[in-house]
Antibody, heavy 120, light 103 residues
Framework: EVQLVESGGGLVQPGGSLRLSCAASGFTFSSYWMSWVRQAPGKGLEWVANIKQDGSEKYYVDSVKGRFTISRDNAKNSLYLQMNSLRAEDTAVYYC?????????????WGQGTLVTVSS | DIQMTQSPSTLSASVGDRVTITCRASQSISSWLAWYQQKPGKAPKLLIYKASSLESGVPSRFSGSGSGTEFTLTISSLQPDDFATYYCQRQFTFGPGTKVDIK
């Protein structure tokens, strides 16, 4: 059974940092593009970043470029999102998601999400 | 950048109704469109990919159609479990969502 389990969310002050993790199981992690998608309270879905199977390509939404870094460890079946210089507008539930086939075609498995709250 | 719009934003319907949600792209996206269902407090669930392919395990009352710039998600007979918010998605852009609630 495919499982994605996020961790690392919490309350952080503006300008602070947080590292999210996503533990994958039940599939060959190293064979898939992986993404982070977020959802601000009461709002819609926003794609944040994705990473190629071997980590050689990474893409970001403009609003997080230079502040967030996506990475993966295929030996540990884990996906990460390092978030620096956090802003109030980064407050959201962050989901990791598996790209079904290729980059951005569709996200067929999602984690349960981890809440990041940026507030003083 | 390609923009995605959905209509309506809210839809009130009854169990057994046929429901159609429309998603429009600001330029042609061929058939690279997916549909998701999301319930409060839960992660989105993939329903349809490549505009019309039903994801494994999804009930056959869900169907997708369209290509180019206009796409539709149809629920042939609305069930109690289908009251939720539905999103379309093309690559890195999601539509704003359509909430289906009880009439």
């Amino acid at each position: 059974e495919v499982q994605l389990v996020e961790s690392g969310g919490g309350l952080v002050q503006p300008g602070g940092s947080l590292r999210l993790s996503c533990a994958a199981s039940g599939f060959t992690f190293s064979s898939y593009w992986m993404s982070w998608v977020r959802q601000a309270p009461g709002k819609g879905l926003e794609w944040v970043a994705n990473i190629k199977q071997d980590g050689s390509e990474k893409y970001y939404v403009d609003s997080v470029k230079g502040r967030f870094t996506i990475s993966r460890d295929n030996a540990k079946n884990s996906l990460y999102l390092q978030m620096n210089s956090l802003r109030a507008e980064d407050t959201a539930v962050y989901y990791c998601a598996r790209d079904k086939s290729g980059t951005g075609t569709a996200y067929d498995y999602w984690g349960q999400g981890t809440l990041v709250t940026v507030s003083s | 950048d390609i923009q995605m719009t959905q209509s309506p934003s809210t839809l009130s319907a009854s169990v057994g109704d046929r429901v159609t949600i429309t998603c429009r792209a600001s330029q042609s996206i061929s058939s690279w469109l997916a549909w998701y269902q999301q319930k409060p407090g839960k992660a989105p669930k993939l329903l349809i990919y490549k505009a019309s392919s039903l994801e494994s395990g999804v009930p056959s009352r869900f169907s997708g159609s369209g290509s180019g710039t206009e796409f539709t998600l149809t629920i042939s007979s609305l069930q109690p479990d289908d009251f939720a918010t539905y999103y379309c998605q093309r690559q890195f852009t999601f539509g704003p969502g359509t909430k289906v609630d009880i009439k």
